[in-house]
Structure formats: structure tokens, C-alpha cells
DNA sequence: TAAATCACTTGTGTAATGCAAGTATTATTT
DNA sequence: AAATAATACTTGCATTACACAAGTGATTTA
């Protein structure tokens, strides 16, 4: 394999590199929309519980799709609309998604803050927690998203409407 | 349990609790070099290959002692050193570190770096991507931890001299 | 006891992120 | 058909996080 230096990394270390790479603060919180809820398009995006401004969000699509994390398709039907889609290489972070979701869930901060989930969704931060089985639950979200599916099914949220200019 | 807002997070999303808790660019580098090299000092911390600056090692030592992730306590006969020791918070995340080098050293992009590390951390990295039992290895490395070890033993680096100030 | 080490702080510059407003294109409503 | 609305952005400016260089005081070593 032809190695080639560092490639703007602080240092070959893997954790440092995943640091660099998705460590940022929006990155992981727009695949987890896409894998979690089957979010797909930038208003979809824009509509999450965190609020991403909209130029960091456009910011944010455009370097995941150059690091080949997600894929941008036009819309069979809405021409104004994209579709992003997850990769096999965002896939990938899936384990990584069910650790840090474990560990939050572990963590009396995060215990003891107010929680409005739905139970599919405390069902499933449970299982994180709970399971014996770990390599199970990351390889049934694994085949859910390859098949174009999502962990919360059927609960995106419908856009607001936005003030009109009068016309002249 | 009392709950207790949201604690100044964007959302109550256990994925986005971690993002914001941990998704620096500094804090896992510094746990993994406690966890990982077993550094307990700052001049330990500043001399990793990432080259933290002085001020940002700092503010990232006191924040990871305000959220309990380590712990800091006098030197036993260096009375200008303390002795930072991760803490059962900051263990917890020893099974995020797993899935994150895991990801990294699947990764093309990481596969086709210069790479400068011992066998010994060749052989931990292929085993996080090859083993059939990470819960194993998982506890392994916590274990180890919890004894006051660390994953690659001895090989710490050596200080370099600063250049010094002429006497008056 | 001078020099070196250590763990910082301070000052200043740059980069990432955040906010509000605007724009072009396409879709929908009247 | 024309107006309105929706969508995916961009632009300009404010703020916060991080980066670099140079110090400082306490302690240890030569």
C-alpha cells in the first residue's frame, strides 16, 4: 500500500485521526439524523432539536460528502430538493454511535437532564446500555440503514412557515 | 431522579451530549494519552505528537477535572508537579476509544498514512479491528486501567531542554 | 547559588462557529 | 398566469474556540 505522510493530520494516531476527522461539533449530529431518523434532505436537517445554522450547515453537507462519509442525489420529484444519503463508510461509525450513546447514558449528567424521547427512542438508549449482546444490536442498525431504513422510524417533523414579503 | 433542564446542551440527544461533552479537539487526545501511554503530567501532555499549546492544555486539564473525566492530586516528592489519573467517568469511555480506533484503522484515508508507531501498538489496533470477542478486549483494557496501568507500557518521552536565560 | 525544569499565564492572531438577512430556483395556490 | 410559498442555499458580521510566542513564579538540580 503507498503510504503518503500525514496528510494535514496533527500525527498518524487513530484516535487523533477520528478526533480530526468527524470530531467537530455538527458532523456526528448530522449522520446521526440520517441513521437514527431518517432525515435526508437539508430542511430536514435544519428542523433538528440543536438548531445548525444554515451556512454551517451547507458548510457541513459539502465537506461530509467530500470525505465520502454521505452521498448527494438530486430528488426523484422536488427539483429544488437534494437527498443525502449515508455511505458504507458512514455506516462504518455505527459502533462508534451505539458506544457514545451507551456512554451518555451512563453518565448522571446526562441522567439527569430533562429527556421529552418517545419510548421507541428510551427503548433503544436502553438496549445500548443493557444488551449482552452488542455486536447484535450494531449489526441489526447496520442491515436496517443499508436497506435504506432508519433506527426511529416514521417521525420526521414538518416544516414552519416562513414570513412572506408582501408583493408590490 | 430529579431532572434538570438541559443543562445548557442544545438538545437532550445522548449522541449530542457526547459531541458536546467530549467532541473537542483536545479532550479524548488527552484521556487517550492518560488511558493509552499512561502520561500523568503536563509537560507529559505537551510533549504528545498533536503538540498541544500551553494555554489549551490548561483550560482542557481544568475542564475534564470540573466534568470528573480525571482527577488531579499532588506529586508525592515533586512539589511542582500534579499527578492527573483518569477517573470510573473517564473509563467509561475506554469502549468509545475502541470503536474509534477501530473506524479510523478501517479507514482508507487513515490506511494510507505514514505510520511510526511499535509493534505493540500495530498488533492493539489490528486487534481492535479483528477480534471476534470486543468485549473482551474492552474489559482488557479497562482492567488494566483500573490497576493504575495503561495499554502501551513504558515509553514515555523524555523532556527537551529549553534554552536558558543568561544570569545579570 | 546559578541554572534548569515545571506548570502554568498573558497577549495577540487566526479559524470555526453562530446569527440575521438576503437570493435564486422550483413548487404550489389562487 | 401570476402571486405566494417553500427550499436550498449565500453573504456579512459577531462571537467563541483554538494557536503561537513570550513570559512568570515556584521548585529542583548541578
Chains 1, 2 share one sequence.
Not at 437514527?36 to 434532505?41: L, Q, V
Not at 436537517?45 to 454521505?70: C, H, M, P, Q, W
Not at 443493557?130 to 447496520?142: H, P, Q, R, S, Y
Request: aromatic share 8%.
Amino acid at each position: 500500500m503507498r503510504r503518503n505522510g500525514l496528510k494535514g493530520r496533527r500525527s498518524d494516531c487513530p484516535v487523533n485521526f477520528a478526533v480530526e476527522t468527524i470530531g467537530d461539533k455538527w458532523s456526528l449530529v448530522i449522520l446521526r439524523d440520517i441513521i437514527f431518523w431518517g432525515k435526508r434532505t437539508y430542511g430536514e436537517f435544519l428542523r433538528s432539536d440543536e438548531k445548525i445554522a444554515t451556512n454551517i450547515l451547507a458548510g457541513r453537507l459539502e465537506y461530509l460528502e467530500e470525505e465520502g462519509l454521505v452521498s448527494k442525489s438530486p430528488h426523484q420529484t422536488d427539483k429544488r430538493k437534494d437527498i443525502y444519503m449515508v455511505t458504507e463508510k458512514g455506516i462504518a461509525l455505527v459502533p462508534m454511535f451505539v458506544e457514545m450513546i451507551a456512554w451518555s447514558a451512563r453518565n448522571e449528567t446526562w441522567q439527569t437532564m430533562d429527556h421529552a424521547g418517545t419510548n421507541q427512542q428510551r427503548r433503544f438508549v436502553e438496549r445500548t446500555v443493557k444488551t449482552k449482546n452488542k455486536a447484535k444490536l450494531i449489526e441489526d442498525v447496520i442491515e436496517i440503514v443499508r436497506r435504506g431504513g432508519c433506527v426511529f422510524e416514521g417521525v420526521t417533523q414538518p416544516s414552519n412557515p416562513r414570513p412572506s414579503r408582501k408583493r408590490s
